[in-house]
């Protein structure tokens, strides 16, 4: 039972450069969400599912897309690279919201630098 | 309203000895309280969480004691190992929304 994948680990992008961050979960939940990790600042939402076919912004969405064809996977697609896009980006699945009996279940990660 | 506000950002403590780290709120709808462990290279786990009905919560070596009249949940951890340094986030929701999560805490314990 894999959990929450990501991938890549690690990307180095160019400044205006394009690219997807790829999750999947093995888990059969309804619920997922992209988080950017910057230091001292906590996790912050950037969008989020509730379902396939079913995307909303969170917290800090500009600059990302996001898609929802099946309930296994939700790519982040970053159109147009930034410095301020350098961040660790973190995805996370929940069989229910986030409220109550459950917990936010996280893959490893994506670090991602732009030059 | 919507923040969560964590302290120390970062706390070094010896080994057997107690960390506590502090968290605030403003929003009286939250009445979930999470707390994420984050260990380097990996994903934040869930911890442990408490909801506004208790005091206090206690799991193993990690407790959450929460002051409603406050606004402020704290955890503490005993007899703190080397093992459990890692990062902390505090983290609150209104019921069945989305988690506000704090700036996080990066605890060293020295053997």
């Known amino acids: 039972n894999a959990g929450v994948t990501q991938t890549p680990k690690f990307r180095i992008l160019k400044i205006g450069q394009s690219m997807t961050l790829q999750c999947a979960q093995d888990m059969n939940h309804n619920y997922m969400y992209w988080y950017r990790q910057d230091p001292g600042m906590g996790l912050k939402l950037i969008y989020y599912?509730?379902?396939?076919?079913?995307?909303d912004k969170g917290e800090v969405p500009n600059g990302y897309n996001v898609s929802r064809s099946t309930t296994e996977d939700f790519p982040l697609r970053l159109e147009l690279a930034a410095p301020s896009q350098t961040s660790v980006y973190f995805c996370?699945?929940?069989?229910f919201g986030q409220g109550g009996n459950s917990p936010l279940h996280f893959g490893n990660g994506t670090r991602l630098t732009v030059t | 309203q919507q923040q969560v506000k964590q302290s120390p950002q970062s706390l070094i403590v010896q080994k057997g000895g107690i960390s506590i780290i502090n968290c605030a709120y403003e929003n009286t709808a939250f009445d979930y309280f999470p707390w994420y462990q984050q260990f380097p290279g990996k994903g934040p786990a869930l911890l442990i969480a408490i909801r506004p009905d208790v005091s206090e919560k206690k799991e193993g070596r990690f407790t959450i004691s929460f002051n409603k009249s406050a606004k402020q949940f704290s955890l503490h951890i005993m007899d703190s190992q080397p093992g459990d340094s890692a990062t902390y986030f505090c983290?609150?929701?209104?019921?069945?929304?989305?988690?506000?999560f704090g700036e996080g805490t990066q605890l060293t314990v020295n053997p």
């Open positions: 996370a699945s929940s069989y």
């Open positions: 599912s509730v379902g396939a076919g079913i995307t």
């Open positions: 983290a609150a929701s209104p019921s069945g929304s989305r988690l506000t």
